[in-house]
């Protein structure tokens, strides 16, 4: 199977200007969550999206958004994007039932704002 | 609540020599564990992980971790340290229905000559 992948890898963008960023599961996994990683938070949980439903959310500003479609690819949106966004930005895939505890990461998108 | 502490930010051991990451963590609930490694400019992987069974959990590479309840410690250990080895370790408690997964800051394996 294929792995986990995440587009695009890396990003420039301006202080207010909004992104998406994409990511492509595991065939057959339904469950896609999203992590924020920095050198100085380390990495912090975002949400999980479970069959097209946020199912889980960190605690981050309403800034951050996302959503899955039906074909369980999941799409994450920062808007009025600040410099603290800065970071790798990680999906991870995993098949979804209450017992399937492993997590298939992606390469990550590098977004820097400037 | 669940959390992870992993006691030390960087690790530096000579190749051939053991490794020992360090692993803490609080839950109220029966927890399950998790290690992953990250290698430079790459996703997380798996490397091993505790779900209630053998408190000795075998994983990839040679590495290994002991669940010890009663120091809520969750430790990985690897007898004789390798230069591929080189990467940043994660320690990850999960709540009950592995819904939410909490990762630890990170700890830095350096690998000497």
């Known amino acids: 199977k294929a792995g986990v992948t995440q587009t695009p890898r890396y990003l420039i963008k301006t202080r207010g200007q909004q992104v998406t960023l994409s990511c492509s599961p595991i065939s057959g996994h339904r469950s896609v969550s999203w992590y924020q990683q920095t050198p100085g938070q380390g990495l912090q949980f975002l949400f999980e999206y479970f069959s097209e439903t946020q199912r889980n959310k960190g605690n981050f500003p309403g800034r951050f958004s996302g959503r899955q479609f039906s074909n369980s690819r999941s799409e994450m949106n920062v808007s009025t994007l600040e410099l603290g966004d800065s970071a790798l930005y990680l999906c991870?895939?995993?098949?979804?039932?209450?017992?399937?505890?492993?997590?298939?990461f992606g390469p990550g998108t590098r977004l820097t704002v400037t | 609540a669940q959390s992870v502490t992993q006691l030390d930010s960087h690790v530096s051991v000579s190749e051939g020599t053991p490794v020992l990451l360090r692993c803490n963590y609080s839950?109220?609930?029966?927890?399950?564990l998790f290690w992953y490694v990250q290698h430079p400019n790459k996703g997380l992987q798996l490397l091993l992980k505790y779900t209630s069974a053998a408190t000795l959990v075998k994983g990839i590479n040679g590495f290994e971790a002991e669940f010890k309840k009663s120091e809520t410690s969750f430790h990985l250990t690897k007898p004789s340290a390798h230069m591929s080895d080189a990467a940043e370790y994660f320690c990850?408690?999960?709540?009950?229905?592995?819904?939410?997964?909490?990762f630890g800051s990170g700890t830095k394996l350096n690998v000497k000559p």
């Open positions: 991870a895939s995993r098949e979804g039932r209450a017992d399937s505890y492993e997590q298939y």
């Open positions: 990850v408690v999960s709540s009950g229905n592995f819904n939410k997964f909490y």
């Open positions: 839950s109220s609930y029966s927890p399950s």
